[in-house]
Structure formats: structure tokens, C-alpha cells
């Protein structure tokens, strides 16, 4: 499911929001269940329960009486979320940055040097807004991909993958502004390019 509306968007900003979605995409949970899962308290989950259901993303799924305790549980409205990248743009146009990429951004960066990838302290600001760049195109790519699916794929869902990250890559090809993006980074990350500057 593709998110195009802001205030929902914003939802996904909260760690254990995005646990919850998480947890629910795989099977149907009480708020028990996920109370214990995550370490909160049984009004937290509640609480954020009632606002994902209020924005369409999760469902009450049935209600059991489990050892003299009534419990009701619930399932995410999709197996996946996306949170479009016209969102994203926006946010990037005026100036701020986007909390559920940054972690992820932060990671690589992390990451990178187990690679041999040094990136200079005077650098670093330049390679996070072009990894920013990087995953809103890219996003924006998959999400075109998906948009472009007109009838279910009668195949295994690792192929489906596969399919879509085909598409995916064909669109990326296209984008001037990925190509510039990724030259800049390769140009920036390339283990040569790290050496140079020590």
C-alpha cells in the first residue's frame, strides 16, 4: 500500500507504530500479544492501535475470550507500506529531513566503513543529501513500478520481486537526476576516492 497522505505519513515517524505495522503484516496479534512483544504498556498500544485504525492501516480482526480475559486482535490492511516519494519531496523541498529515512541513511553510513569507505567529516553532509536524493528516487521508481502492475501475477512472490525490481531498475536508467546522484556518490565512496583524501 502506497501512502500518499501526509497526516498518515506521519504515523510512521513513531518507533513502535512501525513495530506494530511490522508485527501485524505477519499474523494477527492482541494487544496483549504485542504489549509483551514490545515492552509497553497495555493503554500505549491501545493508544496507537486506535490511530492506525483511524488512518485505514490496521483492522480489528476478531475477538476471543482468552483466560477469562476478552482480547481483541488485530492485522495490518496490507503486508507492506510505502510511503510515497512525493512525500518525501516535499519534505526534502523545504528543508527537512525525513525520519523515517534517516535511520536508514545513518545505518549505511554507519556501515560503509566495514567496506573500507571513509568518508571525510567534510564530506559527510554532501553524502547524506545525496543518499536522501538517492532513496527518493528510488522510491519513486518502485513506486511507478507498482503503480504500473494491472492484474495479480500468478507467480511466487520472490519473483514478483524480481519483476518489479526489473521495472524498477529500467526506470532508474532513465532518471537523469538517480544518474547524477549515483555518479556523484561513486565518485564521493569509491575506496580510491577515500584513500585520496587521507
Request: glycine fraction near 4%; proline fraction near 3%.
Given at each position: 500500500?502506497?501512502?500518499?497522505?501526509?497526516?498518515?505519513?506521519?504515523?510512521?515517524?513513531?518507533?513502535?507504530?512501525?513495530?506494530?505495522?511490522?508485527?501485524?503484516?505477519?499474523?494477527?496479534?492482541?494487544?496483549?500479544?504485542?504489549?509483551?512483544?514490545?515492552?509497553?504498556?497495555?493503554?500505549?498500544?491501545?493508544?496507537?492501535?486506535?490511530?492506525?485504525?483511524?488512518?485505514?492501516?490496521?483492522?480489528?480482526?476478531?475477538?476471543?475470550?482468552?483466560?477469562?480475559?476478552?482480547?481483541?486482535?488485530?492485522?495490518?490492511?496490507?503486508?507492506?507500506?510505502?510511503?510515497?516519494?512525493?512525500?518525501?519531496?516535499?519534505?526534502?523541498?523545504?528543508?527537512?529531513?525525513?525520519?523515517?529515512?534517516?535511520?536508514?541513511?545513518?545505518?549505511?553510513?554507519?556501515?560503509?566503513?566495514?567496506?573500507?569507505?571513509?568518508?571525510?567529516?567534510?564530506?559527510?553532509?554532501?553524502?547524506?543529501?545525496?543518499?536522501?536524493?538517492?532513496?527518493?528516487?528510488?522510491?519513486?521508481?518502485?513506486?511507478?513500478?507498482?503503480?504500473?502492475?494491472?492484474?495479480?501475477?500468478?507467480?511466487?512472490?520472490?519473483?514478483?520481486?524480481?519483476?518489479?525490481g526489473f521495472l524498477k531498475q529500467l526506470k532508474?536508467?532513465?532518471?537523469?537526476?538517480?544518474?547524477?546522484?549515483?555518479?556523484?556518490?561513486?565518485?564521493?565512496?569509491?575506496?580510491?576516492?577515500?584513500?585520496?583524501?587521507?
Open positions: 500500500m502506497i501512502i500518499k497522505d501526509p497526516e498518515v505519513a506521519k504515523l510512521f515517524a513513531d518507533d513502535t507504530r512501525r513495530h506494530i505495522l511490522n508485527m501485524l503484516g505477519h499474523e494477527d496479534k492482541s494487544t496483549t500479544d504485542l504489549a509483551k512483544a514490545l515492552d509497553k504498556t497495555h493503554s500505549s498500544i491501545i493508544h496507537h492501535l486506535n490511530l492506525l485504525t483511524e488512518a485505514g492501516l490496521v483492522e480489528e480482526t476478531r475477538i476471543e475470550k482468552v483466560r477469562n480475559m476478552v482480547q481483541t486482535f488485530y492485522r495490518s490492511t496490507a503486508r507492506r507500506f510505502m510511503i510515497s516519494y512525493s512525500l518525501g519531496e516535499i519534505l526534502e523541498q523545504e528543508g527537512l529531513d525525513i525520519p523515517w529515512q534517516e535511520s536508514t541513511i545513518q545505518y549505511l553510513l554507519d556501515g560503509l566503513e566495514t567496506f573500507d569507505i571513509k568518508i571525510p567529516e567534510d564530506k559527510k553532509e554532501t553524502v547524506r543529501k545525496l543518499l536522501n536524493t538517492y532513496f527518493l528516487r528510488d522510491q519513486k521508481a518502485l513506486e511507478e513500478a507498482l503503480e504500473q502492475q494491472k492484474a495479480d501475477i500468478k507467480t511466487r512472490r520472490y519473483q514478483r520481486y524480481r519483476i518489479i532508474l536508467y532513465e532518471d537523469p537526476e538517480y544518474v547524477r546522484v549515483i555518479g556523484e556518490l561513486r565518485d564521493l565512496l569509491s575506496p580510491t576516492a577515500s584513500k585520496r583524501s587521507e
